[in-house]
């Protein structure tokens, strides 16, 4: 079992809806990071998150310490928001980092 | 803003060439930077880890010759495929570690996408 697990694989959204991309880990972190890939393979962090929510125009993050969770929400989706949305932890013990595999979202027109 | 920067964003170079990105970290001093690659439809792979100063630490199966790293300030860390063959092809990130605003923190560059002719 992958230490970080995110869900779903694939998304595909029409424009204007609210998408949630969820994130599992099994292992202690001192802190999570979203990263977004563009098609180009482009990355742009996010947030990054140690507690709580962080809030950034149409995305907002949350994260379950106690339940090893992260949720990457995005309001009113566009077609420009079509990426691959990456978790990643920093594990506590070691500072080393795990990524997820990705969810790939498409808004569609 | 981004607070780390990557140079070039994309380079296409001959087999047999050697090809250097900078990685920049742009308003923080960077202890540690990290290098990964990222295979198509694939997630990052950690390729070393540099603190400044001192020599980089490669993950098992990376070739230490064949993929330079210099961490010569605490703002600059540069990557340098030496002898690229087309098999190196690849999307190289780098990230940097160090103190923000108090935060030990880490942010990510945003890639440079290598393509070897």
Redesign the interface.
């Known amino acids: 079992k992958n230490e970080v697990e995110q869900s779903p694989q694939n998304l595909t959204a029409q424009e204007g809806e609210f998408i949630t991309i969820n994130c599992s880990y099994s292992v202690g972190i001192s802190a999570l990071h979203w990263l977004q890939q563009h098609p180009g393979g482009g990355i742009v962090s996010l947030f990054m998150l140690s507690s709580g929510k962080k809030k950034h125009g149409r995305l907002i993050a949350t994260i379950n310490i106690q339940e090893k969770h992260s949720s990457l929400h995005i309001t009113a989706s566009h077609p420009r928001d079509s990426a691959v949305y990456i978790c990643a932890v920093r594990l506590y013990n070691n500072n080393d980092m795990r990524f997820g595999a990705g969810t790939r979202l498409t808004v569609k027109p | 803003g981004a ?1 780390v920067s990557q140079h070039p ?1 994309r380079v296409i170079c001959k087999s047999g060439t050697s090809v250097k990105i900078e990685c920049r970290s742009l308003d923080f001093q960077a202890t540690t930077m ?1 290098w990964y690659r ?1 295979f198509p439809k694939q ?2 792979m ?1 390729m070393a880890t540099s603190n400044e100063g001192s020599k980089a630490t490669y993950e098992q199966g990376v070739e230490k010759d064949k993929f330079l790293i210099n961490h010569a300030s605490l703002t600059l860390s540069t990557l340098t495929v030496t002898s690229a063959h087309p098999e190196d092809s690849s ?1 190289y ?1 780098c ?1 940097a ?1 160090g103190t923000k605003g108090g935060l030990n ?7 440079t ?1 290598l393509t070897v002719l």
């Open positions: 607070v964003s990290f990222q997630s990052l950690l999307f990130i990230s570690r923190e880490q942010f990510f560059g945003p890639g996408r």
